[in-house]
C-alpha cells in the first residue's frame, strides 16, 4: 500500500493528536448511519494517535461520569458498527444538561480524563447545548477550582472547549447542510413501504394514505412523493390554499378516471392548513370516503423510519463526515467558532454551528408568523427545487391552460440499463408536455431510431414509472455512425426538434458522432443533451450517474449478508467481484460504505507485493479480534490478478489464520428498484434539462424552423461539486479516456484513503479538498446549485 509522502507527512505531523483527547457521543434521536459517523471519528482519532473515548448515553452519560459512561474506544470496539442502524452507544434527551450545575458536572467529569475535544453527532438541540458548554467552558473550570475538585494547572492545561458538530436527523430540518446523516435510509423505508402498498392498492382500486415522520419539516413527505409519483402531498413549509379539499378530490377522480387503480397521498405527520389546523391522515382518509367514497385506507409509518441498516449514501456520508470533524478538532484553535460538518452538492464544507442554527430557527419562525414562501426558501435551494419539481410533475395542466409550442422533442435510452432511468423519461414527458411540446419516446435506443421505432407519448404513459427498475423504452448500445442517413430521415419524418438522451458511456459517444453529423445533415443542428445514467458511474463530466447509488445499495447489503454468514463461525475473509468495467467506483466508494480491507481496481495499479502485503494486514487483523475480512476486486482492475488468482493467493497465503470465500456479484448489480436517490436525481435533471431544451429551442428558432449548430447546444448535464453544470460534449473530449471509457479525472480516487485509513493501513491522505470554514448565508443559495447530491 502507499506509504505518506512527503507533504503528506507534513500534513499529518501538522495535524497530530499525539496527547490529544476526543470524545464521540450521539444524543437527542437516534438515526441511521450514526454508528458509521462513531466508526470513522474513532478510527480516525486513533489513526492520529489521539485517545478516543465514547460518551454513552449522550448528556445523561457525560453528566453521569463514571467508567461504563465515558470509556476510552479501542479500534477493535467499533468493528462490525457500520451495518447497524440507530446507534450503539445510546442516545437520551438530558434535562440535567440543561441546567448550570449538570454542565458543571460534565466539565468535571471530562476534565478528569482530559479530553478538550468533543464531536457531537446530533440535531440543532443537541448542537446548541454544545455551543452553550464551549461559551461557558472557562467559567465552569473557575468554579470547580473554588470548589476545590480541580486545580490551576487543570484551568492552563484544558483551558479552551472544542466542539464539532455532525447532524444526525432523518428529518433533514437543519439548514445549511443538504442531506443530514440517516435522512436517505429513512427514505428508503419510506418508499419500500409505498411500493409495497403500490401493489395491493392496485389489486383492490384503492386510495392509500401514508403519513410519515416530519413534525416541522416536510423533507422526507416532499422527496418520497416524488420517488413514487404521489397524487398529492401535504407539507408543513406549504399548507394548501383553502379549498384544497375540492382540489385534491377531483385530482384523485381525474387520475382514477384515466384508468389508474390506485391513488398515494403522503402526509407529514406536522401538516397543517393555512389557518393553522393539522391535517393528519385520518382526516384526508375521512374526506376522501366522504367526497369520492373510495376504498381508503390509512398507514402510518412511525418508527419504522428510523429503523434498519443505513443505506450506502448514509454510511459513505457518514464516514465522510466523521473524518472530516477530527481533521477539523486538529486544526481548531481558541478562536475558532463551533462548526458543524455539512454537505453542499458532493462537497464537504464546514459551518459555523450558531449560524447554521439561528437559520433552521428562522425557518420555524417564518412558519409560525405564517411567511409560508420565505420559509420554502430559508430551507435552501434544493428543498426549493424539489417543490417546485413536484409540482411541475404531479398537476396537469388543462389542455386550454398549456403553452402551444408547435416543437416535438424525442426521448430514449442508450447503453446498459441503469434503475433511475424511467424516473428520467417520466419527468422528461411530463415537463415537456407542461411545456407546451409533442413528446415522442424512442424504443431500443438508436437501434430503433433508425428502424423507426417512434412513437407520441402522452402523459398518462409513463404513469407509476418512477419504481420500475431497468429501462421500459428498451436500451440498446448500438451506435449511430452507421445509420446516421436513416436516422436524419427519421428524424424529418416526426420533425423532431430536440433530442434528450439518457444513458451511460454509449450515449456520450452518441452525441458526439450525432455532433460530428451536424455538417453533413442539418437534422441534427436541434438542441441535444445528455443525461448520464449508468451503475459504474464512469461518464466524463459529472460526480455521479443516475443508477450507481442503487448498484451501491445492491453490493452494500450483498457484503453485509456475506459477513453476516460467517458470524459465529472460524475467521474467514470473502473476495467479491464487482462490476464497473475498468471504473472502480463501485469496487471503492461500495469498499468504504461496507468496510472492506482492500478494494483493486485499475485506475490505481497494484502488484504482486501489494497483494502479498494485503494478505499480512489481513492475517494480523485475524489473530487479534476480527473476525472477518472483505476485499472487493473491480471486474477489470487487473487482466492476471483475476478474482480467481486473488482468492488462491489468499486462501494459500492464510491458511490456518483464515479461510476464503469468493463471489462475483454480477447483474444482479443492475437490476432492482431504483433507489429513493436515483428515482428522486433522474426526475430533478430530467426537469432541468427540458427546461434547457425548451430554452435552446426557442434561442435558436429562425425562420419557421429550429437551427442550432454550436458547441453550447448539444451538452451533456452532470454534478459537479456543488453544482448541476451544462458542459458541451465536444469540450469534455480532452477529459475522457476513450480505450478504457472513464474521465482521465475521477474525483471518488480522493476518498479510497478514507477506506484505507478505517482499515488501519498506514497512507497518505490529501486534506487540498478538506472543508474550510464558511458561512451558511453564502452557502444555502450557491450559483445554479441543486445541491443534495441531487437529493
Known amino acids: 500500500m502507499a506509504q505518506p509522502d512527503n507533504q503528506s507527512k507534513r500534513f499529518f505531523e501538522s495535524l497530530s493528536g499525539a496527547g490529544k483527547s476526543i470524545a464521540v457521543l450521539t444524543s437527542g434521536g437516534d438515526a441511521q448511519g450514526m454508528n458509521a459517523a462513531v466508526r ?8 492520529v494517535g489521539a485517545k478516543v473515548y465514547f460518551i454513552r448515553e449522550g448528556y445523561q452519560g457525560m453528566v453521569d461520569g463514571g467508567e461504563e459512561n465515558i470509556k476510552e474506544a479501542s479500534w477493535e470496539s467499533v468493528s462490525s458498527m457500520l451495518q447497524m442502524g440507530g446507534t450503539v452507544i445510546g442516545s437520551a434527551r438530558c434535562k440535567e444538561f440543561r441546567s448550570h450545575e449538570g454542565r458543571l458536572k460534565a466539565a468535571h467529569n471530562l476534565v478528569q480524563r482530559g479530553i478538550t475535544n468533543l464531536c457531537v453527532i446530533g440535531g440543532d438541540g443537541s448542537l446548541t447545548g454544545a455551543n452553550l458548554f464551549r461559551e461557558e467552558w472557562s467559567g465552569l473550570l473557575e468554579e470547580l477550582v473554588q470548589q476545590g475538585l480541580i486545580d490551576e494547572d487543570a484551568v492552563q492545561k484544558y483551558s479552551a472547549l472544542h466542539i464539532v458538530g455532525m447532524v444526525g436527523s432523518i428529518d433533514n430540518d437543519f439548514c445549511g447542510t443538504d442531506m443530514t446523516i440517516g435522512t436517505d435510509s429513512a427514505l428508503h423505508r419510506i418508499i419500500e413501504v409505498v411500493d409495497a402498498i403500490m401493489t395491493t392498492a392496485q389489486s383492490h382500486q384503492r386510495t392509500f394514505v401514508l403519513e410519515v415522520m416530519g413534525r416541522h419539516c416536510g423533507y422526507l413527505a416532499l422527496v418520497s412523493a416524488l420517488a413514487c409519483g404521489a397524487d398529492w402531498v401535504l407539507i408543513p413549509e406549504m399548507p394548501p390554499e383553502d379549498g384544497w379539499e375540492e382540489k385534491m378530490c377531483q385530482k384523485l377522480s381525474a387520475t382514477r378516471s384515466r384508468g389508474s387503480r390506485l391513488n398515494i397521498i403522503i402526509v407529514a405527520e406536522g401538516a397543517i392548513d393555512r389557518h393553522g389546523k393539522a391535517i393528519t391522515g385520518s382526516v384526508v382518509k375521512d374526506l376522501v370516503v366522504r367526497c369520492l367514497g373510495f376504498d381508503t385506507r390509512v398507514t402510518i409509518l412511525g418508527h419504522v423510519q428510523r429503523g434498519g441498516t443505513p443505506s450506502a449514501f448514509d454510511r459513505i456520508l457518514a464516514s465522510r463526515m466523521g473524518v472530516e470533524a477530527v481533521i477539523a478538532l486538529l486544526e481548531t484553535t481558541a478562536n475558532t467558532p463551533a462548526c458543524v460538518v455539512s454537505l453542499c452538492g458532493n462537497q464537504a464544507v464546514r459551518l459555523p454551528l450558531m449560524e447554521c442554527v439561528q437559520m433552521t430557527q428562522e425557518v420555524q419562525k417564518a412558519m409560525d408568523e405564517k411567511k409560508f414562501e420565505e420559509a420554502v426558501k430559508l430551507r435552501g435551494r434544493s428543498f426549493e427545487n424539489n417543490l417546485k419539481t413536484y409540482k411541475l410533475l404531479a398537476h396537469r395542466k388543462l389542455e386550454s391552460e398549456l403553452p402551444h409550442s408547435n416543437f416535438n422533442i424525442a426521448v430514449l435510452n442508450v447503453g446498459a440499463p441503469a434503475a433511475g432511468m424511467n424516473a428520467a423519461v417520466r419527468s422528461a414527458v411530463r415537463v415537456g408536455i407542461s411545456e407546451g411540446h409533442k413528446m415522442f419516446a424512442v424504443n431500443d435506443g438508436f437501434e430503433g431510431f433508425y428502424k423507426g421505432q417512434i412513437k407520441e407519448i402522452k402523459w398518462a404513459d409513463v404513469g407509476g414509472w418512477t419504481g420500475q427498475g431497468g429501462s421500459l423504452l428498451g436500451t440498446k448500445r448500438t451506435l449511430p455512425a452507421k445509420h446516421v442517413e436513416k436516422i436524419a430521415e427519421q428524424m424529418r419524418a416526426h420533425n423532431i426538434n430536440a433530442l434528450l438522451v439518457i444513458g451511460g458511456f454509449e ?15 442539418e437534422e441534427f443542428c436541434i438542441p441535444m443533451c445528455m443525461l448520464p445514467a449508468t451503475i459504474s458511474n464512469n461518464v466524463p463530466g459529472t460526480d455521479l450517474s443516475i443508477g450507481a447509488d442503487t448498484a451501491l445499495n445492491s453490493i452494500v447489503e450483498t457484503c453485509d449478508r456475506i459477513k453476516q454468514s460467517a458470524s459465529g463461525t472460524k475467521r474467514r475473509v470473502f473476495i467479491i467481484e464487482t ?16 468496510g472492506a480491507d482492500a478494494a483493486y481496481i485499475y485506475e490505481e495499479p497494484f502488484d504482486i507485493r501489494d497483494l502479498q502485503s494485503n494478505v499480512e494486514h489481513l492475517t494480523e487483523k485475524m489473530k487479534g479480534a476480527i473476525q472477518r475480512g472483505l476485499v472487493l476486486r473491480n471486474e ?8 480467481d488468482f486473488i482468492y488462491q493467493l489468499y486462501s494459500e497465503e492464510g491458511r490456518g489464520v483464515f479461510d476464503c470465500r469468493k463471489n462475483v456479484l454480477g447483474h444482479m448489480q443492475q437490476g432492482g428498484a431504483p433507489s429513493p436517490f436515483d428515482r428522486n436525481f433522474g426526475t430533478k435533471i430530467s426537469a432541468k434539462a427540458m427546461l434547457w431544451l425548451t430554452k435552446k429551442m426557442n434561442e435558436t428558432f429562425r425562420q419557421g424552423r429550429v437551427f442550432a449548430n454550436t458547441e453550447d447546444t448539444c451538452c451533456l448535464l452532470g454534478m459537479r461539486r456543488r453544482a448541476l453544470v451544462f458542459q458541451p460534449v465536444v469540450q469534455l473530449k480532452d477529459e475522457t479516456d476513450f480505450v478504457h471509457r472513464i474521465p482521465k479525472e475521477q474525483w471518488w480516487l480522493k476518498l479510497r484513503p478514507l477506506m484505507k485509513i478505517l482499515a488501519k493501513y498506514k497512507t497518505s491522505y490529501d486534506v487540498s479538498d478538506s472543508g474550510q470554514l464558511e458561512h451558511v448565508v453564502r452557502n444555502i443559495r450557491p450559483k445554479e446549485s ?3 447530491g441531487a437529493m
Open 579 to 594: 462490476m464497473g468495467g475498468y471504473c472502480g467506483y463501485l469496487a471503492s466508494v461500495g469498499g468504504l460504505a461496507a
Open 786 to 788: 441543486d445541491a443534495s
Open 636 to 643: 477489470n482492475s487487473n487482466e492476471n490478478y483475476t478474482t
Open 507 to 521: 450515449a456520450l459517444e452518441c452525441l458526439l458522432q450525432l455532433y460530428e453529423a451536424r455538417s453533413s445533415y
Open 40 to 47: 470513522a471519528v474513532v478510527r480516525m482519532g486513533i489513526y
